[in-house]
C-alpha cells in the first residue's frame, strides 16, 4: 500500500486589502505586497498544494470590491481557499462573496486523515477577537466527530501571549473556553493564526501555536508598544503529517525588505 502522502498547506494572512488598489497601509502597498507573497509561494510551492489558509484582515475597509478583488487573484491557484475573518473585515460581506468554490468561508474541511477547522474570532467593532458560543460549540462538534483524525484549528486572533504587551491586549479574550475544549480532545496537533504580524511558535499542553507575519508589515516583537518592524511581507508554508506532526517554515520576501521602520498608521499607544 503506498504511503499517504502529506497534506501541503499555504497559509496567507493579514493583507488589509482596500477597494483602492493605489492605497497603504504602514508605508506599503497592500495589494502589490499580497500579490507579490501569493506569486512567489505559488512559484516556490514543492509539491502539491491542497489549500491555501488564509487568516483574517483580508480586507481594511469592508467594501464589496475589495472582497471581489481577492476572490480573482486567489482563485487563479486552481486550489481550495479557506478564509477566516479578522478584527477588520466585515464579515457578513465576506461570507457572501467568499463562499463559493474554490473559496469557503470559515466552516471544516478533512483532507487525508486531517480534519481542519477555521472559526471566526471576530467581535464587532473590536480589535481583540471573541468565540462565541455557537463556534465553540462547533469546535467541540468537529472534534468529537474527527476522533479519528489529527486536527488543526486555525483562526484569527492569537489565543496564547505573544510576549508584546500591547498586542496581548488585543488577542483572544476568551481564550480558557478555547484551551478548556482543545485540552479535552488530544487529536489536536496545531493552532494556527495571524493577528500580530510576526512569527510565533510555542508548544502548550502538547499542542503547537503558531502565528505567521502578515504579507504587508510586521510589528517588531517583543514590544511594550507598537513598533513596525524591518522585516518584509511573508508567507507560512505547512506539512501536516500522518503521524500527526507537523513541519512548518516561514518565508520572506527579501527583495522587499524595509529600509526604514514604516509609519505606525494606527499610533498605537503603550499599553
Not at 488577542?171 to 493577528?195: E, Q
Not at 507537523?246 to 498608521?265: G, K, Q, Y
Request: hydrophobic fraction near 40%; charged fraction near 20%.
Amino acid at each position: 500500500m503506498p504511503r499517504a502522502l502529506p497534506i501541503r498547506l499555504l497559509q496567507l494572512t493579514d493583507p488589509h486589502l482596500f477597494a483602492d488598489e493605489s492605497r497603504e497601509l504602514y508605508g506599503v502597498n497592500t495589494a502589490a505586497s499580497f500579490r507579490a507573497a501569493m506569486s512567489k509561494a505559488l512559484a516556490d510551492v514543492p509539491g502539491p498544494l491542497d489549500a491555501i489558509l488564509v487568516t483574517g484582515d483580508i480586507a481594511e475597509d469592508g467594501f464589496p470590491e475589495t472582497y471581489e478583488r481577492f476572490r480573482s487573484i486567489v482563485s487563479e491557484s486552481g486550489t481550495r481557499v479557506i478564509c477566516i475573518p479578522g478584527n477588520h473585515e466585515n464579515p457578513p460581506t465576506m461570507s457572501a462573496l467568499l463562499s463559493a468554490p474554490p473559496l469557503q468561508y470559515c466552516g471544516s474541511a478533512s483532507i487525508r486523515g486531517w480534519r481542519i477547522v477555521a472559526l471566526d474570532s471576530h467581535a464587532p467593532g473590536e480589535d481583540w477577537g471573541w468565540l462565541s458560543g455557537h463556534e465553540l460549540d462547533r469546535l467541540k462538534q468537529e472534534l468529537a466527530s474527527a476522533a479519528g483524525e489529527h486536527a488543526l484549528v486555525c483562526l484569527h486572533h492569537q489565543p496564547i501571549p505573544v510576549g508584546s504587551p500591547w498586542l496581548d491586549s488585543v488577542g483572544l479574550r476568551n481564550a480558557d473556553a478555547l484551551h478548556l475544549i482543545l485540552r479535552r480532545h488530544r487529536n489536536v496537533r496545531g493552532v494556527l493564526s495571524g493577528h500580530v504580524h510576526q512569527v510565533f511558535d510555542a508548544t502548550q499542553h502538547g499542542i503547537r501555536f503558531m502565528s505567521t507575519p502578515s504579507t504587508c508589515a510586521q510589528f517588531t516583537p517583543k514590544t511594550r508598544s507598537c513598533v513596525m518592524d524591518l522585516r518584509p511581507p511573508g508567507f507560512r508554508w505547512l506539512e501536516l503529517m500522518p503521524t500527526g506532526k507537523i513541519t512548518t517554515e516561514v518565508f520572506w520576501l527579501d527583495e522587499l525588505r524595509m529600509t526604514a521602520r514604516p509609519p505606525d498608521s494606527r499610533r498605537v499607544l503603550a499599553v
